[in-house]
């Protein structure tokens, strides 16, 4: 089983460009997220769909967007590449199920380095 | 204030103790609560998840949970070199759909 596939793993940006990080996920999930982890810190929560068609802002959202078009997809796109998005960006769908804790399964993550 | 806070660490541990992991949050109708490990360079993983208060036990790990104190801990009992790893807190809010995290706790397990 894939899970949560993260394309690129690694990408390296110059100030100003662009770029979509794609997430693709086949365990029918409905609920996406996209976190960035700067080094040594936590998950913070950039963007979240509870389905197709359907996308919120998280904690910091600014400098991103986001689309639902499909169950399975989720890309994350940066605009105007800037320093501060240096990061490492993880995946993670999480299904609905029968019960409160269901679990998020993240993708192997992206590392982004903007010059 | 901070809405899921953990001690940054690093907790340092002798192998073989007992290693209490501590997080708090800040919304009130959280209603489950996780623990991810995190190696070096790799992806979080589910160690384990409550929603109940109380105690819940999964092999050398147990979660506990109090609601009214706003509080989630972690203990993992005879730890070995193995458990070294940031964890991380994560908590699902009101809204139901958002997980928060928690700034992680390093923990190292010195032989």
């Known amino acids: 089983n894939a899970g949560v596939t993260q394309t690129p793993k690694f990408r390296i940006l110059k100030i100003g460009q662009s770029m979509t990080l794609q997430c693709a996920q086949d365990?029918?999930?409905?609920?996406m997220y996209w976190y960035r982890q700067d080094p040594g810190m936590g998950l913070k929560l950039i963007y979240y769909s509870v389905g197709a068609g359907i996308t919120d802002k998280g904690e910091v959202p600014n400098g991103y967007n986001v689309s639902r078009s499909t169950t399975e997809d989720f890309p994350l796109r940066l605009e105007l590449a800037a320093p501060s998005q240096t990061s490492v960006y993880f995946c993670?769908?999480?299904?609905?199920?029968?019960?409160?804790?269901?679990?998020?399964?993240f993708g192997q993550g992206t590392r982004l380095t903007v010059v | 204030q901070k809405e899921v806070e953990q001690n940054s660490g690093p907790l340092s541990v002798p192998e073989g103790a007992i290693a209490s992991l501590n997080c708090t949050y800040s919304?009130?109708?959280?209603?489950?609560f996780f623990w991810y490990r995190q190696y070096s360079g790799k992806s979080p993983e589910l160690i384990m998840s409550?929603?109940?208060?109380g105690d819940k036990e999964d092999g050398r790990f147990t979660a506990q949970l109090n609601k009214a104190s706003q509080y989630v801990s972690l203990l993992i009992r005879d730890s070995q070199p193995s458990d070294s790893a940031t964890y991380l807190c994560a908590v699902k809010g009101s809204s139901a759909s958002k997980i928060i995290f928690g700034s992680g706790t390093r923990l190292s397990i010195r032989p």
């Open positions: 365990m029918n999930h409905n609920y």
């Open positions: 993670a769908a999480r299904g609905q199920g029968t019960y409160l804790n269901t679990e998020a399964f």
């Open positions: 409550i929603y109940s208060n």
């Open positions: 919304d009130r109708v959280s209603q489950s």
